[in-house]
């Protein structure tokens, strides 16, 4: 039997873990959150996601009880959490430092919180043991954080947060201080352990690839509001605005004016005297609105010929090419001044390129290739 597909925000019987109602958070005349609503819930792994100062790690800090709310209300499991002071919420952080006591074990380290609570010994130990199974870090119980890498330091701080068994955890940029190698391997190691604690875990990154490889669903957020909340397939292939198709990954934005040719399609009137660009949109445009195609440069395909059948085709020169191993990325300038992103995978060793530099190419794509914006 297919194992059931985890998407609780489809679910109207599901009730929120996290409510955010009408949250506005004020420091003077700067406003950080702008009247947010947005719901998070049970064993989700949820991503907030945007640039420096977009009012992403404000909401954390509203979470774990470091900030309150200027307007509005937080209600964790269905309680509201103003009241509640920091250390007696469900609710556990894990710092972009770590913040581990230098002078304790791994496993002292681990135990801090639970002796704090006065937990019995052998609860503490088998608690203790328990988190280093999971974390893949009995090897390394007696000794100091300075003994241990960055990857396990940051398991470390992993294991303590989750060992008084949190209802949430908050992660502040958990993997900003290590390598791209060992982030992306700590990546799924976070997937892992999420799934296997079912706690909730909200990701406060500025990294789109970390934010798409790990959340169940991202909210991407811009000036204190959040632009869209959705699964990363859907942000990254349905994005609802210019904004976050110009945020996830890397797009061509086409921008014309639309006028309808049948249902659901357009055409693109996009520079004087160049044939209109053919596509579909499930989006509703008046005639002569302004709209943006965006179209990612995997949907664009290069050719040295004008392809027979092609919904849209535009010739230009290659200008740039950016190798990157597994793809290239060619960057082709059109007649009109437009640069258009078009990128092949390298499938196979190749002593020289399909196209280099200088060459004249046609680039081309189907009419549901790209999606259509209003703004």
């Known amino acids: 039997m297919a194992t059931p597909v985890f998407e609780p925000w489809n679910d109207p019987d599901e009730k929120p873990l996290i409510q955010f109602q009408n949250v506005s958070k004020r420091f003077g005349d700067f406003t950080a959150i702008d009247d947010l609503t ?11 996601l945007g640039p420096s100062g977009c009012g992403k790690t404000t909401m954390m800090r509203m979470l774990a009880g470091f900030e309150a709310p200027t307007e509005g209300k937080i209600f964790l499991a ?18 972009q430092s770590y913040a581990l006591f230098p002078h304790l074990s791994v496993w002292e380290n681990i135990a801090f ?18 988190m280093l199974r999971l974390t893949r870090l009995e090897k ?12 396990q330091r940051q398991r470390v701080a ?10 949430l955890l908050l992660l502040d940029e958990p993997l900003g201080a290590l390598d791209r190698k060992l982030r992306e391997e700590t990546q799924f190691e976070l997937m892992d352990i999420q799934e296997k604690t079912g706690t909730t875990f909200v990701i406060v990154t500025h990294d789109q690839e970390e934010a798409m490889t790990v959340a169940s669903r991202v909210a991407v957020m811009d000036n204190g509001q959040v632009k869209q909340v ?42 004087d005297g160049v044939e209109p660009l053919t596509v579909e949109s499930q989006n509703i445009f008046s005639d002569g609105q302004t709209a943006h195609l ?26 740039d090419i950016a ?28 002593s020289r390129r399909a196209y280099t530099w200088e060459d004249t190419v046609w680039l081309s794509w189907t009419a549901s290739g790209g999606i259509l914006l209003a703004n």
């Open 294 to 319: 965006a179209i990612r440069p995997e949907k664009v395909t290069i050719s040295a010929d004008r392809p027979a059948k092609a919904a849209n085709a535009v010739q230009g020169k290659v200008l």
């Open 230 to 271: 959705a699964t990363p397939a859907d942000i990254y292939e349905a994005p609802n605005s210019v904004y976050v198709a110009d945020f996830i990954g890397d797009v061509n934005l086409i921008e014309g004016k639309a006028t309808a040719t049948g249902k659901g399609s357009y055409a693109l009137h996009w520079r």
């Open 113 to 130: 919180g639970l002796k704090r609570e006065g937990m019995p010994r052998n609860e503490i130990n088998a608690r203790v043991d328990e």
């Open 140 to 151: 390394f119980a007696r000794r100091k954080p300075h003994q241990i890498s960055g990857g």
């Open 38 to 48: 947005i719901d998070i819930f049970e064993r989700e792994f949820f991503a907030l």
């Open 78 to 95: 269905g309680q509201d959490i103003a009241p509640v002071p920091p250390n007696q919420r469900a609710v556990n952080m894990m710092f």
């Open 323 to 350: 190798y990157l191993g597994n793809l290239s990325t060619y960057h082709v300038e059109l007649p009109t001044g437009d640069v258009i992103k078009a990128q092949t995978a390298n499938t196979r060793r190749i």
């Open 158 to 167: 992993l294991a303590r947060s989750l060992a008084k068994a949190p209802k």
